[in-house]
């Protein structure tokens, strides 16, 4: 039986959190493809790590306030090169992401193909909060040059192609004086057994649409990592 895009991303994230939870007090595995929020998670999820994050130079925690700059992101020579650059936050770790194609016969290669796919754009960098003390990433999703959809209709394809998003609230910003939108929704954590906040902004380039996403272990772990989210927004330009 043919698995949907839904069914695949909750077993395959299910089966890398289980998996992270068995090597917890060996080692902590090496980020890669995209894979549930907490699926590399070394500290626990005692809310810990979220004090941490006050650590890293942030004004501040939670909506408006933002983190110390640790890099810029998205040009030539950087770790992952986009049609947009933006600074990231201090001690945060960016990786390219990089998956092989689709393999029919290896369901699990083409569930992992399809975590990197969510609505109108591909998953294209992720940047890893663990260094930092927080359990969660910031992602970038881009989509092809000939989309020419708004900001608010990428996003609106982006969380509709999540069948766990719930309470979704649209609005319309500036991302470093760019036209965007915003959007503030919760999925639902099989692992945690409760709903979590997920956060994301767009915008249009002449390359393509591009998200930025903000997920997190929980509530308390995305909540202490907007300082990096809205650090991005507000540095983001053009590439």
Same mark, same amino acid.
């Given at each position: 039986?043919?698995?949907?895009?839904?069914?695949?991303?909750?077993?395959?994230?299910?089966? #890398? /959190?289980?998996?992270?939870?068995? @090597?917890? =007090?060996?080692? !902590?595995?090496?980020?890669?493809? *995209?894979?549930g $929020?907490? %699926?590399?998670?070394?500290?626990?999820?005692?809310?810990?790590?979220?004090?941490?994050a006050?650590?890293?130079?942030?004004?501040?925690?939670?909506?408006?306030? #933002? /983190?110390?700059?640790?890099?810029? @992101?998205? =040009?030539?020579? !950087?770790?992952?090169?986009?049609? *947009?650059?933006? $600074?990231? %936050?201090?001690?945060w770790?960016?990786?390219?992401?990089?998956?092989?194609?689709?393999?029919?016969?290896?369901?699990?290669?083409?569930?992992?193909?399809?975590l990197?796919?969510?609505?109108?754009?591909?998953?294209?960098?992720?940047?890893?909060?663990?260094?930092?003390?927080?359990?969660?990433?910031?992602?970038?999703?881009?989509?092809?040059?000939s989309?020419?959809?708004?900001?608010?209709?990428?996003?609106?394809?982006?969380?509709?192609?999540?069948?766990?998003?719930?309470?979704?609230?649209?609005?319309?910003?500036?991302?470093?004086?760019?036209?965007?939108?915003?959007?503030?929704?919760?999925v639902y954590?099989?692992?945690?057994?409760e709903?979590?906040?997920?956060?994301?902004?767009?915008?249009?380039?002449?390359?393509?649409?591009?998200?930025?996403?903000?997920?997190?272990?929980?509530?308390?772990?995305?909540?202490?990592?907007?300082?990096?989210?809205e650090?991005?927004?507000?540095?983001?330009?053009?590439g």
């Amino acid at each position: 039986m043919a698995m949907t895009r839904g069914t695949a991303r909750r077993r395959v994230a299910a089966g #890398v /959190a289980v998996a992270a939870v068995t @090597l917890a =007090g060996c080692s !902590s595995p090496p980020g890669g493809a *995209v894979a549930g $929020d907490g %699926a590399s998670a070394g500290p626990s999820a005692s809310g810990a790590p979220a004090k941490a994050a006050r650590k890293d130079g942030a004004d501040g925690a939670g909506a408006g306030a #933002v /983190a110390k700059k640790g890099g810029r @992101l998205g =040009g030539a020579g !950087s770790a992952c090169e986009l049609p *947009v650059t933006f $600074d990231h %936050a201090a001690a945060w770790k960016p990786k390219k992401i990089e998956v092989e194609p689709a393999d029919e016969e290896n369901p699990f290669a083409e569930a992992v193909a399809d975590l990197t796919e969510q609505g109108t754009v591909r998953a294209a960098c992720e940047i890893d909060a663990k260094p930092a003390g927080n359990i969660g990433f910031l992602r970038v999703w881009q989509g092809d040059a000939s989309d020419r959809d708004d900001p608010g209709a990428v996003l609106k394809a982006f969380t509709a192609d999540d069948p766990e998003a719930k309470k979704a609230t649209y609005t319309r910003v500036e991302a470093g004086g760019l036209a965007a939108a915003e959007v503030e929704y919760t999925v639902y954590s099989e692992l945690l057994e409760e709903e979590k906040r997920q956060r994301a902004f767009a915008v249009s380039t002449p390359d393509g649409p591009v998200v930025v996403h903000l997920g997190g272990m929980d509530t308390a772990e995305h909540t202490a990592m907007l300082p990096a989210y809205e650090l991005a927004k507000r540095s983001l330009k053009l590439g």
